[in-house]
């Protein structure tokens, strides 16, 4: 289902004229998707999944309720309206809620929405998979992934006059292809679905298990390693979502200092590193919204090494005296005039490192990281890639991994292994990264 | 509603379709969160729609939508079978489904108290009087508390017969103690299990005496030393043991993943069919169960989303692998005429795949107390609770911490030790498991989201367990300063 702006409009605004004095807010959300997954050179799964919600949150003085339901219609948006009036009756005062905000100007982003996208069917979806099934089967490999196509809506009105309505499209696609001791991965996230090149990232995902079979044994220790652009965005993006200032302030944080403060303004990584995030960024565009509606503009975390900005929640900004910053939306780190062959030619002894798996937090105050490398791990030796070696488990902190950066690749736009998201970030050739155990997995 | 069903079913015949079922679905979600001396969230959420699931040629289709109207159900139930014919032009092998006899029957949560009818109010007080008394132990710096309620309702009808009703309850309580002080920080979390259980799961704990002990527990732990690494016998509360079975068998021992058709997001598994019947999967005393009948189990469930009755099986016999988890469809991969009722969906909007039902650690048959189990083990550490969890993609080497951890010298409990876990790989851990708690020390715990798919859906399961002990596994610290 498609919103149609005009309508949408309309119903939420009605909505808010029909309980005067009440503060609230209410926002609809739909899209529908279709996704195609496949395993073993032939389709799997199918389908076309729809959503809507529509929410209400209602404000009386310090008091919030929240209600949430899945019909556009006014009779069953005014229920969710009632529910939320009732929860906010009974709720206890937040001291921490903030005054509701008035109209917002957004910043203008490139386009998030592509019809070509939104009409994207299962049978060219099917289509792209066949020519993928095909380049496997050639090579006497196996091919698994999933191939997503949708677009979504999202509107939102409240009774001081924030509005905003915006459409997106997004399309994604994975592949993992097999052979007996080898795996091979490629990834892409994109609003347009035509510029996701699914033969090549075929090729790539062909290449990487041709490339990974018969891996020689490795023992776990500290490596100078390449993270490829997949595996240096999982890096980045969990430096990133803890960037948080309450945490750091309370003493909770790797960005702690004691004493109730942080390391805002020091410098934390090498001087190398820059990271931002902008939703204008024609690389990764954004929605140009951040907390409670307000605008998300462009915000650089690190600038030179040095922490520049930290998330401020509104509450959070307004007690310690600053300006709010939102959560990241996007996430973009600047690198230099090389490429990964660059990086490779370089290293004398090292490990290249395709994609990151199944990250979790150790410790927060140090941001140690656990996780596992996965489809296509390299010994490189003397500039060049001399043969597969087997997977590790790593346990390091991405603060260390941007502090022993010796040098970087161009930006590109990549999909974390784990995280499954976009971000613009360069490869990394890192020193001493902490491999902590071998993993059998294939 | 049956109309509706009939017609959608009648929809996809008449289109084509050799099969057809529909799921007609409502889930409503109350979730309370508070921190410290405020509630910072009341939220009372719902969401309805129906998915229509067809074969054609063999092939797979499906649609799904919110409005819960005839037009709509006929244009969904001609758009699956549209989807299916896509599907068709990929595949390999057509799917075929295990047979299960139709039924016509209705199944729900037996619960004392419905959790959607107790006021409001008294669910904000309790999270605030928790979060009180955590506040009231020295260097708690932040106390977090959430109570979450779950209701599924949903109808299974298909093309061979089966009309299903089903309403399901789940209550999933969570508080958190954060100390701070000396430049480091420390969590503790309340251990009380989620369950498929009513209020009553809630009346029955003494929460302020939890939390007052759980908040000295923090503290405790923010004051401790790190561990030291090195080889330790281990004791394993079911708190803990819940997450490590989970992942190293639950996983581990799903067909799909053996298959290959999680190949390009969870992964595959070690667990391959070649081995089924052979695999020395751990020492005799491992024997491990799938189940969908354990009463207050978050897995369980009169039926699973294929419209198969709930069962139980074994998965591991005296340390041998016996048993996959299967679908209808799965079954014949392994040679077998029936589904082991593996089949979930999260939501109306997705596609049923193949889940983890309960999966528990039987007791041990011989009486064994944990005083005599901590009695007998000279240099140790015991966990409870979940901690920091991470495994490969085929299973084999997975790294643990714990929400606590206190050292076992010479057969007594003694001090706490921080930022703990235990590297291993699944075959040697599970080997290493000598001796496993009796009966009255049996606990059902479980997981309240487990995600897995493409697109992803989030599960529920129990595992539970006594505790159990595995000898000289590898512990690690997770400490150090930036």
């Known amino acids: 289902m498609i919103l149609q702006e005009e309508e949408v409009r309309s119903l939420l ?101 592509f019809p070509r996208t939104a009409e994207f069917s299962p049978g060219q979806r099917a289509e792209a998979i066949l020519g993928v099934v095909e380049k496997a089967k050639k090579q006497n490999l196996t091919a698994a992934g999933f191939f997503e196509t949708g677009h979504s809506s999202s509107a939102r009105l409240n009774s001081k006059g924030l509005y905003y309505f915006f459409r997106s499209t997004r399309s994604y696609y994975s592949n993992t292809l097999k052979t007996e001791g080898g795996s091979g991965w490629a990834s892409a996230e994109e609003e347009d679905a035509g510029r996701i090149a699914i033969p090549e990232l075929a090729d790539r995902a062909v290449q990487k298990a041709l490339g990974s079979k018969g891996a020689r044994p490795l ?31 309370e003493g909770r944080s790797f960005l702690s200092l004691g004493d109730g403060r942080n390391r805002l303004g020091e410098g934390l990584v090498s001087p190398k590193v820059t990271i931002f995030s902008d939703p204008a960024s024609p690389e990764l565009p954004a929605f140009p919204v951040g907390e409670d509606g307000l605008p998300a503009r462009k915000t650089i975390w690190v600038e030179k090494g040095a922490v520049r900005n930290l998330i401020y929640t509104r509450f959070w900004a307004d007690k310690m005296g600053r300006e709010p910053v939102s959560f990241p939306s996007n996430v973009i780190m600047e690198g230099e005039e090389h490429t990964l062959e660059d990086l490779i030619k370089s290293t004398e002894r090292g490990v290249l490192v395709t994609r990151f798996w199944y990250i979790r937090d150790l410790n927060p105050m140090i941001l140690l990281l656990t996780g596992l490398t996965r489809d296509g791990v390299f010994w490189v030796e003397n500039g060049r890639v001399s043969h597969p070696v087997n997977n590790f488990r790593f346990n390091e902190s991405p603060v260390n991994v941007l502090r022993n950066i010796e040098m970087m690749s161009r930006p590109q736009r990549a999909v974390g292994g784990e995280t499954g998201q976009s971000a613009v970030v360069p490869a990394l050739k890192v020193k001493e990264f902490n491999f902590s155990s071998v993993s059998d997995a294939v | 509603m049956k109309e509706l069903a009939e017609l959608a079913l009648d929809t996809a015949k008449s289109k084509g379709a050799s099969y057809a079922d529909i799921r007609i679905c409502r889930y409503r979600d109350q979730y309370i969160f508070g921190r410290d001396k405020r509630i910072e969230t009341t939220a009372d959420t719902e969401s309805a729609g129906f998915g229509i699931r067809t074969i054609v040629n063999g092939a797979w289709g499906f649609a799904s939508s919110y409005r819960l109207e005839k037009e709509e159900v006929q244009r969904i139930a001609a758009l699956a079978v549209d989807v299916a014919r896509a599907s068709a032009r990929a595949l390999k092998q057509p799917v075929e489904l295990a047979p299960e006899p139709a039924y016509q029957d209705h199944w729900q949560t037996p619960i004392q108290k419905n959790p959607f009818k107790i006021p409001m109010e008294k669910k904000i007080d309790l999270i605030l009087r928790i979060n009180e008394e955590m506040l009231k132990v020295e260097g708690i710096k932040v106390a977090m508390a959430f109570l979450n309620f779950n209701e599924i309702w949903k109808v299974f009808a298909s093309t061979e017969g089966s009309f299903i009703e089903q309403d399901l309850i789940f209550t999933y309580p969570n508080f958190t103690a954060v100390a701070v002080g000396a430049g480091d920080s420390q969590t503790r979390s309340i251990q009380v299990p989620p369950e498929q259980k009513g209020y009553e799961l809630i009346e029955a704990v003494d929460w302020v005496e939890k939390a007052r002990r759980t908040a000295e527990e923090a503290v405790q732990k923010l004051k401790s030393r790190e561990v030291t ?48 019947g052979t695999l020395k999967y751990g020492s005799p005393q491992m024997n491990i169960i799938g189940d969908k009948l354990l009463p207050g189990a978050l897995g369980t469930a009169g039926y699973d989303d294929d419209g198969v009755q709930a069962r139980r099986f074994f998965i591991i016999k005296e340390g041998i692998f016996v048993g996959y988890q299967t679908t209808r469809e799965l079954a014949r991969f392994v040679k077998e005429n029936e589904s082991k009722g593996c089949a979930y969906a999260d939501s109306w909007s997705s596609f049923p795949m193949q889940r983890m039902p309960n999966i528990w650690l039987k007791a041990g048959d011989k009486r064994l107390t944990l005083d005599q189990l901590i009695s007998d083990t000279k240099d140790g550490l015991l966990f409870e609770g979940m901690g920091s969890f991470s495994i490969d993609q085929q299973r084999y080497n997975f790294q643990f911490g714990g929400d606590a951890v206190w050292e076992i010298k010479n057969g007594k409990v003694g001090d706490m030790v921080k930022n703990a876990a235990y590297q291993s790989k699944t075959t040697d851990f599970w080997g290493s498991l000598d001796a496993v708690c009796s009966e009255e020390h049996w606990e059902n715990w479980g997981v309240f989201g487990c995600g897995k798919g493409e697109p992803p859906q989030s599960a529920r399961m129990g595992h539970g367990s006594a505790p159990a002990r595995f000898r000289q596994v590898n512990i690690i610290s997770g400490g150090g300063k930036l």
């Open chain 1, 13 to 113: 605004e009605r909505l808010i004229a029909e309980s005067p004095g009440h503060e609230m807010s209410v926002g609809v959300s739909a899209g529908e998707t279709g996704s195609t997954r496949f395993a073993n050179n032939a389709i799997t799964t199918n389908g076309i999944y729809n959503h809507l919600d529509v929410y209400a949150e209602v404000t009386k003085g310090k008091k919030r309720g929240i209600a949430a339901v899945d019909e556009l219609t006014a009779e069953k948006m005014r229920e969710a309206v009632d529910r939320a009036a009732a929860l906010a009756d009974v709720a206890p005062e937040n001291p921490e809620l903030m005054p509701a905000l008035g109209p917002q100007s957004y910043p203008t982003v490139p386009a998030l929405y």
């Open chain 1, 219 to 249: 023992p776990a220790g500290k490596y100078t390693v390449i993270l490829e652009p997949a595996a240096a965005a999982d890096m980045v993006s969990y430096l990133l979502y803890n960037f948080t200032a309450r945490e750091a302030d």
């Open chain 2, 229 to 276: 690494a090195g080889k330790k016998d281990l004791i394993l509360m079911p708190s803990h043991l819940c997450l490590t079975m989970h992942e190293s068998i639950g996983h581990a021992t799903e067909l799909d993943r053996a298959l290959g058709w999680e190949a390009d997001y969870a992964g595959t598994t070690f667990v391959t069919p070649d081995k089924l």
